[in-house]
């Protein structure tokens, strides 16, 4: 949420940013950020399912190597912080619920899986 919030914030298209958010594969992306994300959401998932074609298709979609490093280190990265955030239970300030109202757009809102609460 914190990282969709300085998207919207700080990016020209605020409501871009909101559509990314709620599910970026109905965004109106150029193809590079396309294959960038489809590549990041798959490392984050099915990480054992990454192949050698995965990189192939961002390749196809114009990056060099060294973006492509960047593209991976950014994501296992993030997935990182997130696992570690998880296991030592850090949990989110009060008001995050008030916050995120500012700038969330309404559709995303109103998507049950962004905003649950998760049970103690």
């Not at 492509?68 to 912080?81: D, Y």
Request: proline residues 3%; negative net charge; contains cysteine.
């Amino acid at each position: 949420m914190s990282h969709g919030g300085f998207l919207r914030q700080h990016s020209d298209d605020p409501v871009l940013a909101s559509h990314i958010m709620h599910d970026y594969t109905k965004a109106d992306l150029d193809p590079t950020t396309r294959a960038m994300l489809d590549f990041a959401v798959k490392l984050t998932k099915e990480p054992s399912a990454m192949v050698k074609g995965d990189v192939g298709k961002l390749r196809d979609a114009g990056l060099t190597d060294e973006q492509i490093l960047s593209v991976v280190l950014i994501t296992c990265n993030f997935n990182f912080m997130a696992r570690m955030a998880n296991a030592l239970g850090v949990e989110l300030g009060e008001g995050r619920d008030e916050q995120i109202a500012e700038w969330l757009s309404p559709e995303a809102a109103a998507q049950k899986w962004l905003m649950k609460v998760k049970e103690a």
